[in-house]
């Protein structure tokens, strides 16, 4: 069975101070991962996939096929990070539908 | 272009009341996805379209749920008989590749 795993629910973190956003996956097979972003009163919208490896907005994420991990990373926190996200993987056996996790919710201070 | 779109956007429901819910795909994709997003908690896949074809619906959770997409295009999600269980947002999204595009979800609340 796939799993995703979101263990913080809530990070408050300051303008300026990094963040990072833990997300940990099974799969049986190879994984597509994404982030996905919800910020206030906007819908769900794609933020990063592994198999671009690009940055969007200022995060990365790199997929640790040892760990199996996915985690989200920001140097620099600002106040427009403020949202949910959500850690979800998909494969071709499971006809590329999502498996996503609890979520973790952002908060940057100012 | 257009988005993704999801008619009503809240609906209140007695419990025992049949509902449906409509999503309007972004023209030309050919997957379309139905999750259920309970409160506090991230979206659980329900059924997958391909085209007209209910390709997966082991999501659903109970007979009481039914999805439908006959042009392959618009999809309604069924639920008859509502329970207070049911109460959630119902997000649809559609395809591509990969990527998938939300809509902006029903919240259902059922009393």
């Known amino acids: 069975a796939q799993r995703v795993t979101q263990p913080e629910k809530l990070l408050s973190v300051f303008k300026g101070a990094p963040v990072e956003l833990k997300c940990n996956y099974s799969y049986s097979g190879s994984p597509e991962l994404f982030w996905y972003v919800q910020y206030s009163r906007q819908r769900l919208q794609l933020l990063l996939r592994h198999i671009s490896r690009e940055s969007i907005k200022g995060f990365t994420a790199d997929l640790n096929k040892g760990e199996t991990s996915f985690h989200l990373k920001k140097p620099f926190a600002q106040e427009e990070d403020s949202a949910m996200y959500y850690c979800a993987l998909s494969g071709k056996a499971a006809g590329n539908k999502l498996t996503f996790g609890g979520g973790t919710r952002v908060l940057v201070k100012p | 272009g257009a988005g993704v779109s999801q008619s009503p956007r809240y609906k209140v429901a007695k419990r025992g009341q049949d509902v449906a819910l409509r999503c309007d795909p972004i023209?030309?994709?050919?997957?379309l996805f139905w999750y259920q997003q309970a409160l506090g908690q991230g979206p659980e896949f329900l059924t997958y379209?391909?085209?007209?074809?209910?390709?997966?619906k082991s999501g659903l959770p109970s007979d009481r749920f039914f999805a439908e997409r006959p042009e392959g295009s618009v999809s309604t999600l069924k639920i008859q008989r509502t329970q207070q269980e049911d109460s959630a947002v119902y997000l649809c999204a559609s395809s591509l590749d990969e990527e998938q595009f939300f809509g902006p979800g029903t919240r259902l609340t059922v009393l």
């Open positions: 023209s030309g994709h050919v997957s």
């Open positions: 379209f391909q085209n007209e074809a209910q390709l997966d």
